[in-house]
């Protein structure tokens, strides 16, 4: 039987298997695991086909409760389910979980393991979210390779049929879930041979049919629970066996092995580890080593967690052993040990109770945590583990892979411990997210591992930021079964994509000593070494780097590349790594071009065999002189004046060294300073704008859609610039009402993304030469010096006082500082300039609950974030909580506030005799929420202050401690459409349906943004998106409609792109509204595919042709007498076709399913005339007024 | 009547051609100016620089993005076929040619040899049964002499010409220095008909925006007088067969047409204006006016006014004011050609 190989990532390891066992899915994306619920949508919509030649049906539901609840349903009328997630989905799965296991039902659901959130959140792997699902009553089955990823989906699937228990099937997420792996596929005939269809027809049997009438989930009392309960038991006694035989069945048909426990090791060890996941391919690997330096040691890799079989755990364990050493990748705080610990204690425990124990009587236990959120799990700290077991008193419950210098329960490591063999090719790549080095590598390893014998290993780390993101890609090629399951630190090849990184990064730390050094560089072979910082040539010179050079860059231009510079990069390193045969090495690249490339033109194919023809005529090695000649050192971190704490911890996390910070350097509870982006001076621009005030018109258009805040406006006193360096622009302000002042438009340079959204919306042209605007891009290096002395002068100038603004308008709003800057959102951003302009208008007084999402990413992903503070010091008060729970969450902001700014007023009026009617009168005179009205009530609270420290009271000290909430705080609820359309919809409905003063802004990108693109509720009509490959077929639902239906809710649709006036009144109205307001704002993204600068264009688009309509229904207008709603764009005045044809989103339905998207066209443009005439009946309704309540009338 | 004709080598029972425009994209559109009596179709040009644009607007669109951010390596469905080349194009032809019986001619315009090469064989794999290659193209390089792009247009010629078998057609622009002498040319390289005239599309003004606005205007029937001149004088020139193509709604625009030396009427406009079933009108019409003015076939009339054979071949030559200077100087009454210059 021919075997083969392909190269995969443990995903589609996984899903492979599963879709072709597999005749239902519910999907909903959550990282690490949303890449199989794309393939199992992708396959489907492609009509592959399962083993009984059926196309899985796929849903995609608003939730993982959703999909839980799809998934059990399915089940009990027998069809074969599954389902895929990770961390928070996973827990949203447990109810179902506990019904689906009590009915003893057939079903397998894979997961690829991923941190919970506690203090944070963390998308990364652990199985602390598997855990949470001990009590469920799933079977747990591990898988610690991309190989066993699939052998151990076929053993889930065929033993849960014979079994009658569920299966949780999970592997690391991202360290197995997203590593590229080549592996032994099965083959259909294969999975035929592991599934009994007498099973299958066994499951189909239970199924609930009105042809055999049963009932289940009766519900029970406490006469029968009990009893009814215990009546499982044998099907779980039962289970281990079975799986084991299910696993000798499947390695009788293909050879690999696998037991419930497999141990690796000395036969006669007296040191044992126990652990599961990828961490104990390392181990093993480990003790690989160990054995041949003669030590006794093995492991014992737990692949069936649950049910937890003793007999067959004792069995595995060599009967010789002294010490086991027990390691969770999970943290049970307050537990006596964490949970695979504890299985293990207890089944020694009663191994030793039976008078026939194998096992020594004396053998010690400790338990040990490792690798949360995929923390590295070395080698070093597998033998630091072992040597912890030689010792008499060996430390419990310890860590290992951090220093805890605070509880010091770490163990010691050496860092530099090496095992890796010298036939393992190893190497490192620093690219960028744009330039195309992941796809590259990818690429590579595809062709070794598909064209030669070697086996092939790659793994992939990503940035926290979604601009200007760098991308470290590690890649092995050998040939055995690579087992590292733990990055490469020294490499023999390493090539750095962007000569900037050897300024920022610590490249040169992965290179073995004589290893290859690849540098892509503006320079020629001859000047290249002169240009490197001192550190890097002292680096090539001590480890005798074999150094080469090519100016990448142009030969991307020239070959019309851009800025993909994957191509060359890649050919660089195949033409000097030696990985592939000499002759052979260009002819595989061009192949693999021709068949990566051929799907996406003809054009592009040609571009990038034109990059492969030049590459080598450009690929220079350098002469590497022996003595440092360069007086260049690398640039520090952060700025000397940046805060401690910033320069003791951020810098670090910054610089790439977070896994050096000791425990002691973190806050204990999630609480981290604000302000903190200022710092991070990312420079990842190539150009930025620079204004012309000549042309200029001061219309702000610039800095209102800026996404990063790096554009800003700011109004001045002439006298102060006196002080201002020579080239500092500056223009006499038009707005005669603001006074005799002057306007600069100034951007940071180091901080723009570079994304030209400015220039794109600025309206000013030069009379004489129209090409140039008010605003224009220049290379950044050209500028960059006079721009820093610009931008450093321009934050000095004091900022406006809020309460000096006679007026409120697109202008004034950005002549106030933003307190949201320099976020990691994508360059051009959409949603990013409604945050800002939040905080311009409201961000000194506001407390932002944020849903999971792009929003809570960009806003809150460390190491640096962008909510910041004022001169004051005041700036929003941010947190997330979940993904489904924002609007709850943020509600009960609202709710603390308001209890608290009661209790403060009543102590006012209690305290009045000692405080005065004058003051207490200026407090309570007004429900106002203007800035002049705010600003005085900061005065008083002052004053308050002071009088209540000559007060002697119970009540002025308690008054003290709130006496802020005197002050009305902004509460606002933020969040995206997969939020807000979806998984938070039940929350949201649920506080709108309330008279809370919450503001809730959804940032509506039509789309699941955050987590890759996938369909939501208001995905519209025929886009092409995840889950909805062929063309959504259902109108978005509109949201705004829906609220409306309160009619005591404040309603906006707004799109700043198209409208920024309008915008600016929403927000306006929607905060000073006395009850729940919504506003529904247009953002475009990366996702509907198209040049982000164009984004204001196609927002008008959108709105010019009704697709987004914008409108303001306001409740107080009822009270008027006036209708409600006020349209402030009807649409009509474009086809929506014209909207659709600008975006790859809508093009590829066009492309790929033409009859689809003619019918879909033609229903959109239907779509946005039915919406436009709702919107235009209600907005001529005048409403009844409600009649007022019991309490009123008494009031 | 015998309304018959040969253009491109193809034998067709009436002069009346769909253009290139958004009724030959759609197969309906196809199937109903079959049905009005067709004689053959063009489909719409494919544009060489519109599809490389597309690849890599989409291209970078859906690869700059990925593999960037951990949560989202992709935010696009992967696709398996191209969905920016030249097969949605060949997938038309075939389409066409599957339920059409009249001929189906392909239209190109490519800015690089190799596109002119790679396209036109795929073209004729398709199935086209003639191929018009558009030679749209703007000279805005002050450094390029006419000399070279004429050159470039018959090496396009001769290259196409020597990798295809199908007949080919040139649709050329009024802009040449001497435009009957670059057909000569061509029909040496070896094209099999002309087409007379393209038309440019122009950018218009915003004055408010100082922006260039696009505009597309339909032609008129005032469009036609320059091609008529134009067809007089190449086609008592060349021994290939030409269309005319700009400016013929009615049936008398279509008999100038014929009259000035055209072998085939391609109609665009008008067909955009009244809908495919205009053709049958027209070939009515024109059946109709060659019985009472007893033509019996198209033959009989092709070319009879060009410049070898209308009364007064001057008047094609001259600018009308020296005709009219000289009309006074020889004493002759003034007389305003039938399809005068001037109107």
């Known amino acids: ?1195 | 009547m015998d309304l018959s004709t040969t253009y491109l080598g193809l034998q067709l029972p009436n002069p009346f051609i769909a253009g290139a425009c958004q009724i030959t994209g759609s197969l309906d559109g196809l199937k109903r100016l079959q049905d009005a009596g067709a004689a053959a179709v063009v489909l719409p040009t494919f544009f060489e620089e519109h599809i490389r644009r597309e690849q890599l607007a989409i291209h970078s669109s859906i690869d700059y993005p990925a593999q960037s951010f951990g949560e989202a390596l992709t935010y696009f469905v992967e696709y398996e076929k191209p969905i920016a080349g030249p097969e949605e194009y060949l997938e038309t032809i075939h389409r066409a040619k599957k339920c059409l019986r009249i001929p189906v001619i392909a239209s190109l315009n490519c800015l690089t040899m190799r596109g002119w090469k790679e396209y036109t064989a795929s073209i004729e794999q398709a199935g086209a049964d003639a191929l018009e290659l558009d030679f749209f193209y703007v000279s805005v390089d002050a450094s390029e002499s006419s000399e070279v792009i004429e050159n470039r247009n018959i090496e396009t010629v001769r290259e196409v010409k020597s990798v295809v078998k199908i007949p080919i057609t040139v649709k050329l622009s009024p802009f040449y220095t001497s435009l009957a002498n670059f057909a000569r040319k061509l029909e040496g390289a070896g094209v099999n008909s002309l087409v007379l005239l393209h038309r440019f599309y122009t950018p218009d003004i915003d004055i408010e925006e100082l922006e260039l606005i696009p505009r597309v205007e339909p032609t008129n029937p005032r469009d036609l007088l320059l091609r008529l001149r134009w067809l007089a004088i190449v086609s008592a020139q060349v021994n290939c067969t030409i269309a005319v193509q700009g400016g013929v709604y009615t049936a008398a625009d279509a008999i100038k047409a014929i009259m000035s030396g055209a072998h085939a009427v391609q109609i665009v406009s008008a067909i955009l204006v009244h809908g495919p079933n205009y053709i049958s009108q027209l070939r009515h019409d024109v059946t109709q006016w060659m019985e009472q003015h007893e033509y019996e076939s198209l033959n009989k009339m092709c070319g009879n006014m060009n410049l070898l054979h209308c009364p007064d071949p001057r008047a094609l030559s001259r600018a009308h004011y020296i005709t009219l200077l000289k009309s006074w100087q020889t004493g002759h009454q003034l007389k305003l050609p039938q399809m005068g210059f001037c109107r």
């Open chain 1, 1 to 1195: 039987m021919e075997i083969k190989m392909t190269t995969i990532d443990g995903n589609e390891a996984a899903a492979s298997v599963s879709y072709r066992l597999s005749e239902v899915a519910a999907i909903y994306p959550i990282t690490p695991s949303s890449p199989m619920a794309e393939l199992f949508d992708e396959w489907s919509a492609k009509g592959f086909k399962n083993i009984w030649d059926d196309v899985v049906t796929v849903i995609e539901m608003q939730s993982e409760g959703g999909a839980a609840g799809v998934v059990h349903g399915a089940l009990q009328a027998g069809a074969l389910t599954t389902t895929f997630t990770a961390s928070q989905g996973l827990l949203l799965m447990i109810p179902n979980m506990y019904k689906i296991a009590g009915e003893l039902t057939s079903f397998v659901m894979h997961v690829a393991a991923r941190t919970v959130a506690t203090h944070a959140l963390s998308i990364f792997g652990d199985h602390s979210d598997v855990m949470a699902c001990r009590q469920t009553g799933f079977a747990l089955l591990s898988s610690s390779s991309v190989q066993e990823v699939h052998d151990m989906a076929c053993i889930a699937h065929a033993a849960t049929l014979k079994s009658r228990i569920p299966f949780l099937h999970f592997f690391d997420g991202f360290r197995t879930s997203h590593e590229i792996s080549k592996i032994e596929l099965l083959a259909d005939d294969d999975l035929r041979f592991m599934i009994d269809e007498d099973l299958v027809k066994a499951h189909r049997e239970r199924a609930l049919t009105p042809d055999r009438p049963v009932i289940r989930g009766t519900a029970q009392n406490p006469d029968t629970f009990f009893q009814a309960r215990e009546a499982c038991n044998r099907f779980y006694l039962a289970c281990p066996e079975i799986i084991q035989k299910v696993m000798d069945r499947f390695a009788q048909r293909v050879g690999r092995e696998y037991h419930l426990f497999d141990y690796f090791g000395h036969e006669e060890a007296d040191r044992v580890i126990v652990i599961m996941g990828s961490g104990a391919e390392t181990a093993k690997e480990t003790v690989e080593h160990l054995l041949s330096e003669g030590e006794k040691v093995g492991v014992i890799t737990v692949r069936l967690y649950r049910p937890f079989s003793i007999n067959h755990f004792i069995d595995a364990l060599p009967k010789t052993v002294k010490a086991i050493a027990v390691l969770d990748r999970t943290k049970e705080p307050g537990a006596p040990g964490e949970p695979l610990y504890l299985d293990v204690v207890t089944a020694v425990n009663e191994c030793m109770a039976l008078s026939s124990t194998p096992i020594h009587s004396s053998v010690r236990i400790i338990g040990g945590r490792y690798g949360l959120s995929s923390k590295e799990f070395t080698p070093g700290m597998v033998n630091a583990v072992f040597d912890e077991l030689t010792k008499e008193k060996p430390k419990n419950h310890f860590t290992v892979g951090i220093v805890d210098d605070v509880t010091h329960l770490s163990l010691d490591y050496d860092g530099g411990y090496d095992i890796e063999r010298n036939d393992v090719v190893r190497a490192v790549f620093f690219g960028l997210g744009s330039d195309g080095t992941v796809s590259a590598n990818k690429n590579s390893i595809k062709i070794i591992g598909e064209e030669t014998n070697n086996y092939a290993q790659g793994y992939f780390v990503y940035d926290s930021k979604k601009s200007g993101a760098i991308t470290i890609s590690h890649l092995r090629f050998g040939p055995r079964m690579i087992r590292s399951t733990y990055l490469i630190r020294r490499a023999s090849f390493v090539a750095c994509h962007q000569f900037a990184f050897l300024d920022k990064y610590h490249v040169l730390e992965y290179a073995a000593p004589g290893a290859v050094f690849l540098l892509n560089a503006p320079y020629g072979a001859h000047e290249v070494w002169d240009h490197l910082p001192k550190e890097a040539q002292q680096e090539i010179i001590n480890k005798k780097l074999k150094f080469f050079a090519i100016d990448a860059d142009s030969v991307a231009r020239d070959s019309g590349m851009g800025e993909r510079i994957n191509t060359i990069m890649q050919t660089c390193f195949f033409a000097i790594s030696g990985v592939l045969p000499k002759d052979e090495d260009i002819v595989k690249i061009k192949e693999s071009i021709k068949k990566a490339y051929a799907k996406k033109g003809d054009e592009i194919v040609r571009r990038n065999l034109a990059a492969v023809d030049s590459t080598l005529d450009h690929l220079h090695e350098v002469s590497v002189p022996g003595i440092v000649t360069s007086s260049l050192n690398r640039s520090p971190v952060v700025s000397a004046a940046a805060p401690e704490f910033v320069k003791n911890v951020t810098a670090v996390m910054m610089a790439g060294k977070g896994d050096m910070l000791p425990v002691s350097a973190f806050p204990f509870d999630g609480t981290w300073p604000s302000a903190t982006a200022q710092w991070e001076k990312r420079s990842i621009a190539h150009e930025v704008p620079i204004w012309d005030s000549a042309v200029c018109i001061q219309c702000c258009r610039c800095a209102i859609m800026c996404p990063h805040a790096t554009i800003r406006a700011k109004i001045y006193d002439p006298l102060l610039l006196a002080d201002a360096p020579s080239f500092f622009r500056s223009a006499q302000l038009r707005l005669k009402e603001f006074g005799e002042k002057r306007f600069t438009i100034q951007v940071a340079p180091e901080d723009c993304t570079g994304c030209g959204l400015c220039v794109t919306i600025c309206p000013a042209k030069d009379k004489l030469n129209p090409r140039r605007k008010a605003i224009n891009m220049e290379p950044r290096l050209h500028v960059l010096e006079t721009e820093k002395a610009n931008f450093t002068f321009f934050l000095s100038l004091p900022d406006v006082e809020r309460k000096s603004l006679p007026r409120m308008g697109v202008r004034p709003s950005q002549y106030l500082r933003p307190l949201f800057e320099f976020s990691g959102a994508c360059a051009g951003c959409g949603e990013t300039p409604y945050i800002k302009l939040l905080t311009q208008l409201f961000g000194d007084r506001a407390l932002i609950a944020n849903a999971t999402g792009c929003s809570s990413i960009y806003g809150g992903n460390l190491p640096t974030t962008p909510y910041t503070v004022n001169h004051e010091g005041r700036g929003p008060a941010w947190s997330n909580s979940l993904f489904e729970d924002n609007a709850e969450f943020g509600l009960g902001f609202c709710l603390a506030n308001e209890v608290q700014s009661k209790q403060a007023s009543s102590l006012l009026k209690k305290l009045s005799p000692q405080i005065g009617d004058s003051l207490i009168q200026e407090f309570l005179s007004s429900d106002e929420r203007t800035d002049q009205r705010i600003s005085r009530l900061r005065e008083c609270v002052v004053e308050l202050k002071k009088k209540l420290a000559g007060i002697n009271s119970p009540d002025a000290r308690r008054l003290e401690i709130i006496a802020d909430y005197l002050i009305p705080k902004s509460i606002w609820i933020v969040g995206g459409d997969g939020w807000a359309f979806d998984i938070g919809y039940g929350g949201l409905d649920h506080v709108l349906s309330m008279n809370h003063k919450v503001n809730i802004l959804v940032l509506d990108t039509e789309v699941y943004s955050n987590t890759g693109g996938q369909a939501s509720k208001a995905t519209p009509l025929g886009a092409s998106a995840k889950f909805a490959a062929r063309g959504k077929e259902m109108d978005k639902k509109d949201l705004g409609l829906m609220a409306m239906s309160y009619s005591h809710v404040y309603v906006a649709s707004v799109a700043l792109g198209a409208n920024p006036i309008q915008t600016i009144n929403a927000f306006l109205e929607a905060e000073s509204y006395n009850g729940p307001s919504i506003i529904i704002a247009y953002s475009h993204c990366i996702a509907h595919g198209y040049d982000m600068k164009l984004g204001p264009e196609q927002q008008k688009r959108a709105v010019e042709s009704g697709i987004w309509p914008l409108y303001r229904f306001d409740p107080r207008r009822i009270e008027a007498g006036e209708p409600a709603l006020v349209v402030d764009a009807v649409g009509g005045k474009i086809p929506v076709l014209e909207f659709m044809q600008n975006e790859t989103r809508f093009k590829m339905v066009e492309k790929f399913n033409p009859d689809g998207f003619r019918t879909y066209v033609m229903r959109s443009q239907i779509a946005a005339q039915r919406r436009m005439t709702v919107y235009q009946h209600l907005s001529q309704l005048r409403l009844p007024i409600d009649v007022p309540t019991e309490e009123d009338q008494k009031e």
